[in-house]
């Protein structure tokens, strides 16, 4: 079963309103990331929080990480139509060199 | 700017054929993969190379190999071309240290096997 699944499946919002998804994991892990993905396109990094760090910012972007719950979500704060993509959530373990990635949640923004 | 590239963004073959993806990264990165990604799967390791002519078998190897023959080149094989095989594959590379680094993505071939 896949190691990172991420919830809602599919979020549709008003520009300009926040969106958050989430992403729950099942063994421990080094650090968890987030990427978008663009319509047929590759993915594209986001974000990396590390496994000893509870949250982390970059733009409108906020991270958190719950490793006693094995849950991070992701809020994209005053968003944009351009923020119209899939989000997936990778996490990555010591002692493998697999990246597990979840199944995705396609966010919809509404101009 | 960095790039990981891709040989083609779309691809359409026969059953049986011998199909080549290629994938080339300008940053120099140690590690490279080759992903499948099916809706609802998300995405799958098919195979995994952290070294020149090194490679790991991911997840779902069944039907493919691999070649590294240079450090940044990693070409995927689909030795006779099924049509449970059309789907969008995706190459990414990282630096050495999995697990501790962001990978970098190329755009993508959707290969559709008639």
């Known amino acids: ?111 | 700017d960095v790039k990981v590239t891709q040989s083609s963004r779309y691809l359409v073959k026969r059953t049986g054929e011998k199909v080549f993806l290629e994938c080339v990264q300008d940053m120099d990165h140690e590690n490279m993969f080759w992903y499948r990604q099916d809706p609802g799967l998300g995405l799958r390791l098919i195979y995994f190379s952290y070294d020149v002519k090194m490679k790991e078998k991911g997840d779902i190897p069944e039907g493919y190999s691999v070649s590294r023959e240079k450090k940044e080149r990693f070409s995927l094989i689909l030795e006779s071309a099924s049509t449970n095989q059309t789907s969008m594959y995706l190459c990414a590379s990282s630096l050495k240290r999995v697990g501790y680094n962001e990978q970098f993505f190329g755009p993508g071939t959707r290969l559709t096997v008639l």
């Open chain 1, 1 to 111: 079963s896949q190691q990172g699944e991420e919830d809602p499946q599919a979020l549709s919002i008003q520009e300009g309103e926040n969106a958050t998804m989430n992403c729950s994991y099942k063994t421990s892990i080094n650090n968890l990331q987030w990427y978008r993905q663009n319509s047929g396109r590759g993915l594209v990094h986001l974000i990396l929080i590390r496994s000893n760090e509870r949250e982390k910012h970059s733009g409108r972007l906020r991270v958190t990480l719950d490793t006693s719950k094995k849950s991070s979500s992701l809020l994209i704060t005053a968003s944009r139509a351009a923020d119209t993509a899939s989000y997936f959530c990778a996490t990555a373990f010591s002692g493998t060199y697999k990246y597990i990635f979840g199944t995705g949640t396609r966010l919809k923004v509404l101009a």
